[in-house]
């Protein structure tokens, strides 16, 4: 007997992954009594209810039939993400006025229409530009423009 | 008259010339996104919430409220202009709306929906006022244990109301649930499930999740199918319907202005079920149902009108109860809880400046949208035209900037990245990620509505249906869920759903 539904098969070993890290690190917390609930009360019930939902979505997924789970796209996936974490990574050391452009730029990445044209290289420096004087000009954000590494 | 007085007090607050700034700004700003296709209300109001935080309270919330309305219509604008709704409420417009747009007839599409939305969401204003106070006060009365079921029968309905399959739903509800336990136990003082981070003992901002759920997993999934969009209207013209389309579009809108209040409170998809009802009850009604589907111009008129006084009248449950009927509500409330303002039954008669500020704002905000849209509109198009590969890293920026600016840290950036993660992965497999916001929303004060409840009752969890009005509510909580239990109901509602898509 095979997995038939993959979607409901995947989604389930979430919540039971999840249901089981929930209950697992709620036994540090007391539980107390229903009249005077503990720390660790509410947690090991909405622990309990998600693994229930888990293990009714694993075991349907081998009766009904479902459809496959479409393809991920890998690049978009890993360069939305990746640059997101970039500029966090870019912020702290060497500031906005490097991690922004490595955002957008790692970013565009991800589309198979972005080219090095003039639109794309105009569109960057008036973002940077705009974001450094409405964010941390105008609205007053804490973010340096040029970070501590570049001696900011 | 108590309720003249009240709105006296809003207009003098709203009209005040700073609040009439924020107004403006709001419903062009929100407009000016909403139109961007690919980004919903949601990504829309998280992006822009940190610039508010500077705000008063009052100001802040009229600009957010104005946003709101502005990213609707402009959602609406994008669904009629190039037939793609940026979210489902809007997905009935883009069905007749773009075949009027494509008959050349784009100008009174738009015109159509700007005159339903203005004269459903001034009714809908008129209900907030009359009948938010009175459910206040029945509200005051609610003890912990009725706010307990209140919030279950709020979740099960969200959970009814939405697409998609019901597990998964209900799972989305407590994984939601889950996420908010994360933070200072307010009782104990331990902090849980904060895995020694300084930075998660206040919990998880929820614009992150929001964010990260919405703008980021949204991007990605935009980005998997990259067709090129044809923008083939350059120029709006004809805006002003004739006498003979007054006469088609006064009926529907009347009707949908009804529909959509009604269903508006509700919680979950109150809105995107306005929009449907009003749909259907218009070609049901209509001499030619045939033209449904070919531009016909009731199609826009009525489910525009629902949807925008369904958004209006949703603020009813978040101002006077504190329970978010839908995500864009509990944006709102986490803005006003990052104001230091506990929404809830209190919020009318303590801050009474900011509800009757805010319900006037509301009509206001209509009569911005109403003469801001109609001159803007060639301003629109060509934003609409702007291509997404120059777009997208534009709202990275803004989601990146937006979210470090919460609490300063880039803690929050790297958070966010995960729940893009996560909500890129729910997406694949099926799982919707409106219910788990508003589990995660409504987790913190359950948990200590409960706790209240059963250290009253000395632990006796009967006290949840011995007492009479909790028990009325989870009792309704039970017969929804059980309803779409119902093999045929079960099979009606996907029915609606696969049409939706």
């Known amino acids: ?152 | 008259m108590d309720v003249l007085a009240n709105l006296a007090l809003g207009f003098q607050t709203a009209m005040s010339l700073s609040n009439l700034f924020y107004c403006l700004v709001g419903v062009f700003l929100g407009t000016a996104v909403g139109v961007l296709p690919g980004i919903g209300p949601i990504a829309t109001i998280a992006m822009l919430l940190p610039i508010t935080f500077g705000l008063p309270p009052v100001s802040a919330l009229i600009m957010l409220s104005g946003i709101y309305y502005g990213a609707q219509y402009g959602g609406s604008t994008t669904a009629i202009l190039i037939n793609l709704p940026g979210e489902s409420s809007s997905v009935v417009t883009a069905l007749d709306g773009y075949k009027m747009a494509r008959q050349g007839r784009a100008g009174l599409a738009l015109a159509t929906a700007a005159i339903g939305s203005f004269i459903a969401g001034s009714a809908a204003t008129v209900l907030v006022a009359l009948f938010a106070p009175p459910l206040a006060e029945l509200a005051l009365r609610f003890g912990p244990a009725e706010y307990f079921s209140l919030m279950v029968l709020g979740l099960v309905a969200s959970i009814v109301l939405a697409s998609g399959s019901l597990l998964h739903a209900l799972a989305m509800v407590v994984v939601g649930l889950t996420l908010g336990l994360v933070g200072t136990d307010v009782n104990s003082g331990v902090a849980r499930y904060s895995m020694g981070l300084p930075q998660l003992a206040d919990g998880i901002g929820f614009v992150v999740i929001a964010m990260g759920m919405f703008g980021l997993a949204e991007i990605i999934a935009n980005l998997e199918d990259e067709s090129q969009r044809s923008a083939i209207i350059k120029s709006v013209t004809g805006l002003m319907p004739s006498r003979e389309d007054w006469k088609r579009i006064l009926g529907p809108i009347a009707r949908g202005t009804v529909l959509g209040s009604a269903l508006g409170i509700l919680p979950g998809g109150g809105a995107l079920l306005a929009s449907f009802a009003s749909y259907s009850v218009e070609k049901k009604l209509s001499k030619t149902p045939e033209q449904f589907g070919n531009g016909a111009i009731e199609g826009v008129a009525g489910p525009e009108s629902a949807n925008n006084a369904g958004a209006q009248t949703s603020f009813i449950p978040m101002l006077t109860l504190g329970i978010p009927a839908n995500p864009v509500m509990a944006l709102m409330i986490g803005a006003l809880m990052i104001q230091g303002i506990q929404p809830g039954p209190g919020i009318i008669t303590e801050q009474a400046t900011l509800f009757w500020g805010v319900v006037v704002s509301m009509w206001i905000g209509n009569v911005f949208l109403l003469i801001l849209n109609l001159p803007l509109i060639g301003l629109w198009v060509r934003m609409i035209a702007v291509p997404y590969h120059l777009l997208f890293p534009a709202i990275m920026v803004f989601c990146a900037i937006g979210v470090f600016s919460l609490s300063n840290t880039t803690f929050d950036v790297y958070l966010m990245a995960l729940f893009g993660l996560l909500g890129y992965v729910f997406r694949k497999l099926g799982c919707e990620p409106t219910p788990l916001l508003l589990g995660f929303v409504l987790g913190p004060p359950m948990e200590e509505f409960l706790r209240r409840a059963l250290v009253l009752s000395e632990g006796q969890a009967s006290v949840l249906v011995t007492e009479p009005l909790s028990a009325g509510l989870l009792a309704v909580a039970a017969v929804l869920l059980a309803t779409v239990l119902l093999p045929s109901i079960r099979k009606k509602r996907e029915e609606t759903f696969v049409a939706e898509d």
């Open chain 1, 1 to 152: 007997m095979g997995i038939r539904n993959p979607r409901d098969f995947w989604a389930g070993a979430i919540y039971l992954a999840l249901a089981a890290a929930v209950i697992w690190i709620a036994r540090d917390y007391q539980t107390g009594s229903t009249a005077r609930m503990g720390p660790g009360y509410f947690p090991t019930a909405l622990g309990s209810i998600l693994a229930l939902f888990g293990a009714v979505s694993v075991g349907r997924s081998f009766l009904k039939p479902g459809a496959p789970i479409e393809p991920i796209a890998w690049k978009p996936l890993a360069l939305v993400l990746g640059s997101t974490v970039l500029f966090g990574v870019l912020l702290d050391r060497l500031g906005l006025l490097v991690a922004l452009p490595c955002l957008i730029v790692v970013s565009s990445l991800a589309s198979r229409y972005t080219r090095p044209d003039l639109t794309s290289f105009a569109a960057l420096f008036g973002l940077v530009a705009f974001c450094i004087l409405v964010f941390v000009r105008g609205l007053g954000v804490p973010m340096p423009v040029i970070g501590p590494w570049l001696g900011g």
